[in-house]
């Protein structure tokens, strides 16, 4: 069965270039973002894990921790990264779970169970291993984006989402369409007029439906 919205992750111990880890020991009290891709040394992923590599600062600023997952060893992993670092200028100090034995991969539903892949396998054997998973503290699934082996991740919109899901879980709220930090945000249709009074002060009524905010604080 696919891993949905609110599932909880599996509880995995899992191998990578920074030795053994258990997921949900690894998630903790803090956000999470588990990251895939079908092999290294390939091209788009090694623009990717240098994003992320830049984005260091801006995962720690909202108590993110990012993991990759790949289907090649941990020392292949450590050779990437020199790789991943002299192109994107940053050290990539997060782990890589070296998922051979595709244990990870059918765990999170990225192949079908019954799938093998010999040695010398090529990325297109494991392409369906290619997508983001946003887990909150309480280990839970909160976003999945699965992309094909052509388009690099936009992980500022992977950013902009995580500030969505922090946003909206923290304060019980929504967020509308291209939202970002600073914007107005949505309050539920669940919360009646004078409840919204209450706790978000002024609002703005767009459509019976459609209520707008200033984001709390």
């Given amino acids: 069965m696919a891993l949905r919205i609110n599932d909880t992750i599996p509880d995995m111990t899992v191998e990578t270039d920074q030795g053994t880890i258990n997921l949900h020991e690894w998630v903790g009290d803090s956000w999470a973002i588990l990251f895939s891709h079908p092999k290294d040394f390939t091209p788009v992923c090694t623009t990717e894990f240098g994003a992320v590599a830049q984005l260091a600062d801006e995962w720690a600023k909202r108590d993110t921790k990012v993991m990759g997952i790949s289907v090649d060893s941990a020392e292949e992993h450590k050779k990437w990264k020199n790789d991943i670092e002299g192109f994107a200028k940053a050290t990539a100090g997060f782990p890589i779970i070296a998922d051979e034995d595709l244990k990870v991969a059918k765990a999170f539903d990225m192949l079908p169970a019954e799938?093998?892949?010999?040695?010398?396998?090529?990325?297109?054997?494991?392409a369906t291993v290619r997508a983001v998973f946003i887990v909150g503290p309480d280990k839970q699934l909160k976003l999945s984006m699965t992309y094909p082996m052509t388009v690099g991740r936009n992980f500022a919109e992977v950013l902009r989402a995580l500030d969505g899901l922090q946003m909206s879980t923290g304060k019980g709220v929504a967020t509308p369409a291209n939202w970002n930090v600073g914007d107005d945000v949505i309050i539920p249709t669940s919360v009646s007029d004078a409840d919204a009074k209450t706790k978000f002060g002024e609002f703005t009524t767009?459509?019976?439906?459609?209520?707008?905010?200033?984001a709390p604080s």
């Fill in 115 to 126: 799938a093998y892949m010999p040695d010398g396998r090529t990325p297109n054997d494991s």
């Fill in 206 to 214: 767009v459509l019976p439906y459609l209520r707008t905010t200033k």
